[in-house]
């Protein structure tokens, strides 16, 4: 009989899924599980953009070009331009989600073996791509009492080896949802340049800052070379399910790279980048309202997560997730009991263990995310149950007490 | 500055894409272009599964399970029935397209540095996704004196090394449209279940058998644990376009490898998983009228061949492509020739040089892969073009003598 690769052994489960099973069981047992586990926003899809769908009038379902439909690059040369990163169609792939776009990086960027370093926590499918692509995550550990600000240049040029090939920051953050400050793009855009490094920049969060600008990696002046945006259309519009993003690079032989690996797959999906396309005609202050709902959203959440005891929860500048430290001594312990052996008024919510996206062993255990992707109301409620739990959860198992590992 | 890695430059580049620039110049030149040189069929997406489509009536575009919609993969075992596959829909993992597919297979059952055996002339993307996975592509030799049959299993055996874990086939084939008979699947069952290799099974163009019935290597009885089944709708529904394909398999470690993969890049596009699914409900004779039409096709090109001196090509069994040997000593150079420099009425045709679905330099110098995705009128328009092109084309060129490369 076969084996399965090592590769597949050592491919990372979702660490955001794995407490799925046990939030079905709640429900069957009719328990309302509040959703702060996932990035799945409830913002309506823009019914303009959906409409743009429904009335497409082709007969054949054709493959697209390799790097997307032109039109659609061209309009994105606008979009971009609105954001102050000034590039032509060309310098734009479309690829089949954000997620592509990070593998695409990686492919044609990094070899086997090589190594890019990721400022922990960090968006857990990182692990994922780069074990597709045998590539070595080194972290650089950011912290949540500095809001998760980035690490010191120390910190970087520590981690950097005869392998590093490249930096990803995710900008806003997820999960943290630190937005990164001028000086802190300014102290990357020194270390890329003076290493050599690539330094790949997820910007999927970019229309959702609440604290100042956002600034992209593109706008960093003589990185030309280096710096390759990963984007996608998944928050920004609420169109996660369409699996449309795009690598955006003006480094010519990245780009020569990218191509082959697009032309392998062939095309990204054709429905959703006319809903792509259309998107970017959405009116100006469309992302106000959006915005607007996810900052109170975010007051309303970590206002009412500084009022409980023993909690702590920097207020984060951008994107939508929040990491919130716990009076508990391993929260997927925790996440786990909440969904299995706790309700408050028939309700509960689901939560992200933090451990899940940190590189190094042991960090992050009192820590989950979550992610304000439901309304004001939900988000209360929510609240309230975890209060409720945070009383209720047993003491042997809270971090004043060591806990048995067996209930796992 | 940093520099792209080796795979980025290994990566090979679309055979069938790299003459793309002469024929958009041809068309500039007002030179009406038959595409014979690539599989997008002309055939109409059946309108019903468009408008279940257009007909969608969610309002958030979300994220899909990463295995796919269970309602799509419910309705895909009763697909799957009608074709005498048993399986059920755990054993199904909708992927974006058969591309993911043969990707996800790669990687969770081959490390770097393992080996793959595929029988060559082989679609050509099987080695961009070898190169992604890191793996060695092994070819066997199969042979248009005898119409692309299986190699031997004496072949094989002598291609199968410690590092082999797959043998990968594509029935009915692409690029050679033969259609593998029981025996020789019989063949392939004893060599993998002896060798204890994975049998992988591109079987992508099902539908569209001309002789005899689709025998799929699902039906092979006890390989429950070494074959992978990779499959597509593009063709099946002409709905390339939709990026929508399926991995399936009795497999449950390879599944469980198969899903992390799958949820580290979230989910399968939405809307084309609407059509997927609408699909499975087309009437059962759908297949007759398109298979019918791919008949003449076949019918009409294989028999214009055939008339064409020095001109050699079997009949294929299935799929919608023929494999052609051409009187003229460098294929891909008539075929530049034919979009540069020639045209009969205003008119000329695009082919596939062979050289490109060959692993073993220098096969297939002098063979042309044609699609016939056109209607059986334009197939006659170009089979006119060809036979004039061929008396036209140099005596230089011809196989007869040798020609002068610098013309490339």
Redesign the interface.
Known sequence: ?????????D????PI?KLVPYAEAAKKRGVHVYHLNIG??????P?SI?DA????NF??????H?AGNESYRHKLVSYYAKKNIDVNYKQIIIT??G??AI?FAM??????G?EVIIPEPFYA?YN??AT?A?IKVVPVTSYIESGFALPSTEAFEKAITSRT??ILICNPNNPTGYLYTGPELNTLRQLVKKR???LFSDEAYREFCYEGEHLSAMQLEGLE??VILLDTISKRY??????IGALVTRNQ??LD??I??A??????????QI?GEAAVDLPDDYFNTTKEEYRKRRNALVERLSRIEGVFCPSPGGAFYAIARLPVSDAEHFSQWLLESFAFKGQTLMLAPAEGFYGTDGLGKNEVRMAYVLNVDSIHNAMDCLEAALREYPQSFSSKKAHNLSYK
């Open positions: 009989m076969p084996s399965i690769s090592q590769r597949g052994q491919m990372p489960a979702s899924r799945q926003p409830d913002i309506e899809t019914p959906l769908v429904r009335h497409f007969k054949v379902l054709e493959y697209s390799s089949t989600g997620s592509e593998l492919l044609s960027c990094l070899d086997a090589d499918n994922g791509f597709e045998g090939k490249a050599g490094l690539y070379e280096n609420s169109a996660c399910g369409g699996r032989e990245v790279a990218v082959k690996f032309q392998a797959r062939l095309s990204p999906p054709a429905f959703s809903l």
